[in-house]
């Protein structure tokens, strides 16, 4: 336990601004993503040096395509999130906490940052639950992990305060933004969230110049319209970049969400067509067994600059950064 970040007190409750929720918290209680209490008028994290996940990850199951490509990143995570997305496929993590339990194994950050460099990890990535959630401890091994020469990576909901945002600034390289809808509706009944503070976060991501790639997981009938898709798509061109990355992700039944079949193949490959429509320069899908869809190639040429088969590179012909037949620049860390 280790006293929060970013609260205010308000009376005997405490108010705490990391995300967008900005919950006001009795004594005792808890906020909605069940892992900050407040204890007789501070608001402490359960889940400083508590993890309860620690892999050696390829960066591609991030998904990240133009960060450090090839490389390994020693991922983390604590339990809870603070979002409740009736489709997440880590549910057991992100939404464990509401037993009212906060699990994991405690460790310090050097510990972490010890560990990412013995396994010749070049990042460490905050994923699998949303590092929003465990902010100060993300802070303090990031910091560390960047004066030892390693990168730091967010796979995030983007459900975080412009406050919250600010205090990665001294360690954040890179991240992964999910877009999961371009309706508030639909962050509303089937997240609990927002969608506007998502689309500030990629905003700021981009601005400050963290190097950014979005996610969207296609659901059958939820949020997979041509409109939407393209709605998404186009911001994503318009007001983040033509060269940013976007993931169409194909769904599989979890959690509540087991009533609506696996994304069929045709909608993901529509997904990718409108994507390119939309002006973006590279689309990729995700969780599919179509190898060509998930290759880096020259948007100029046409050039295959990385081959990928899942998690696995077959050719990788990018280290300067430039297509090395049309010299075109290829945005990203290569
Ligand atoms: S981080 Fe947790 S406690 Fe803080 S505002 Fe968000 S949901 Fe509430």
Same mark, same amino acid.
């Given at each position: 336990m280790k006293e929060a970040m970013l609260y205010s007190k308000e009376g005997g409750k405490v108010r705490c601004i990391l995300c967008p929720h900005n919950c006001l918290i009795s004594e005792g209680k808890r906020g909605i993503c069940m892992v900050r209490e407040n204890n007789f008028g501070v608001l402490n994290s359960l889940v400083y040096g508590v993890l309860s996940a620690a892999h050696i990850d390829p960066i591609e199951k991030k998904p990240l395509f133009h960060y450090k490509p090839g490389s390994n990143s020693y991922s983390i995570a604590t339990v809870g999130c603070n979002l409740r997305c009736e489709f997440c496929q880590n549910w057991d993590l992100s939404q464990g906490p509401k037993t009212g339990k906060v699990s994991g194994k405690k460790i310090s950050p050097k510990e972490v940052v010890e560990q990412a460099l013995e396994n010749d990890c070049e990042s460490i990535s905050f994923t699998y639950s949303e590092p929003t959630i465990f902010l100060e401890f993300a802070k303090d091994v990031g910091e560390l992990a960047r004066s030892e020469g390693l990168g730091n990576v967010f796979v995030s909901n983007g459900f975080m305060s412009k406050e919250a945002f600010d205090e990665t600034e001294s360690f954040l390289d890179a991240a992964n933004i999910d877009i999961k809808s371009f309706s508030e509706g639909f962050y509303e009944k089937y997240? !609990? !969230?927002?969608?506007k503070p998502v689309l500030d976060t990629c905003k700021r991501m981009v601005e400050r110049g963290v190097w950014l790639e979005v996610t969207t997981l296609i659901i059958p009938g939820l949020n997979d319209s041509e409109k939407e898709l393209s709605q998404i798509a186009s911001f994503i061109c318009d007001e983040l970049g033509d060269g940013v990355p976007w993931h169409v992700s194909r769904f599989h039944p979890d959690y509540k969400l087991t009533d609506i079949p696996p994304t069929p193949m045709e909608s993901i490959l529509r997904a990718v067509e409108l994507g390119r429509d939309a002006g973006l320069k590279f689309v990729y899908s995700g969780n599919t067994p179509y190898g060509e869809y998930e290759n880096t190639n020259c948007p100029k040429c046409g050039l295959t600059l990385v081959e990928r088969v899942g998690y696995s590179i077959y050719k990788k012909d990018i280290s300067s950064g430039t297509c090395p037949e049309c010299s075109t620049r290829i945005e990203g860390f290569f």
């Open positions: 997240c !609990g !969230g927002r969608l």
